[in-house]
């Protein structure tokens, strides 16, 4: 589906979250093989999406057995999501993903995609996830893998795959950690994009980027998007690479070269107020 660059009715394209029509494919597949990879693992109960975004993900995760709730921190992506989706059965609901407004154990199916590398704190969400998790349920992560991550000002904690399955093991006593990968063909798509990237960044010769306030650097990233997708959509938007979640695969020997971690973690640890 094409849509203008300001996303879907009027969404506005940060970088923080990926937009069909406007993301490039490789990007979007990357995240729809995420959430399919997450839909292969699912079973009845209900399911909680964490960072929901416009919502064209978290409504695909649902089932007539499986209600789902997504939520986010933007009430713009929330009100987005509800108007988009509600009526397919997505209910929607503003929250911060390191305090979420929900009961303990409420959820059989909590999913965190491309959200916890957001944080400068992530053990608080990893934290709340667990809360929410039903002793019998299950917890999904989805993260770039920090050895092959692009640069990114949204993303303030990247991951590799030691680091990232320490902290979940705090939190949770079963995890299961490997990556989703991805094609030859499409790791070259990354790598090309990569490359041009990093033309562009070393224009900044002095490093200022890192050198400012954290919050002016989002912000020129925040401007300076729209004008290099809009550089670059012929050739890598709107369906015409033929790249697809297709081209991706779940892999449970990750390295260096995966291009994101993926977790499965069981049998959440709580605190002795919230009980087993």
């Not at 959430?35 to 409504?59: A, N, T």
């Not at 996830?129 to 989805?142: C, D, T």
């Not at 991951?159 to 070259?188: I, M, P, S, T, Y």
């Not at 890192?210 to 925040?222: E, F, G, S």
């Amino acid at each position: 589906m094409a849509i203008g660059i300001e996303g879907r009715r009027g969404a506005r394209l940060t970088g923080e979250r990926p937009q069909p029509g406007v993301t490039p494919d490789s990007l979007l597949a990357l995240h729809a093989a995420g959430y399919r990879s997450v839909v292969e693992r699912l079973g009845p109960g209900r399911l909680l999406d964490v960072g929901c975004g416009h919502g064209f993900e978290s409504v695909g995760l649902g089932g007539p057995d499986r209600p789902v709730v997504g939520v986010d921190y933007s009430a713009e992506a929330t009100k987005t999501a509800s108007g988009q989706f509600g009526g397919a059965g997505l209910r929607v609901a503003r929250m911060d993903a390191l305090e979420l407004g929900l009961a303990p154990a409420s959820f059989e199916w909590v999913c965190s995609s491309h959200l916890i590398e957001h944080f400068v704190e992530p053990e608080r969400h990893v934290s709340e996830i667990a809360r929410v998790l039903s002793e019998a349920g299950a917890a999904f992560f989805l993260t770039p893998n920090a050895p092959a991550d692009f640069e990114n000002p949204f993303h303030v904690h990247l991951f590799g795959r030691a680091e990232l399955d320490e902290l979940l093991h705090r939190h949770f006593d079963e995890v299961w950690l490997g990556g989703v990968d991805a094609a030859a063909h499409v790791k070259a798509d990354f790598a090309a994009r990569r490359e041009r990237g990093n033309r562009f960044l070393a224009l900044d010769v002095l490093d200022l980027r890192h050198r400012i306030p954290r919050k002016w650097y989002v912000a020129a990233y925040t401007h300076l998007l729209p004008l290099a997708y809009r550089l670059m959509a012929r050739s890598d938007t709107g369906g015409t690479t033929g790249i697809t979640a297709d081209d991706w695969f779940v892999t449970e020997n990750p390295d260096d070269t995966t291009l994101v971690l993926f977790a499965v973690c069981r049998r959440p640890r709580r605190g002795p107020s919230e009980g087993r």
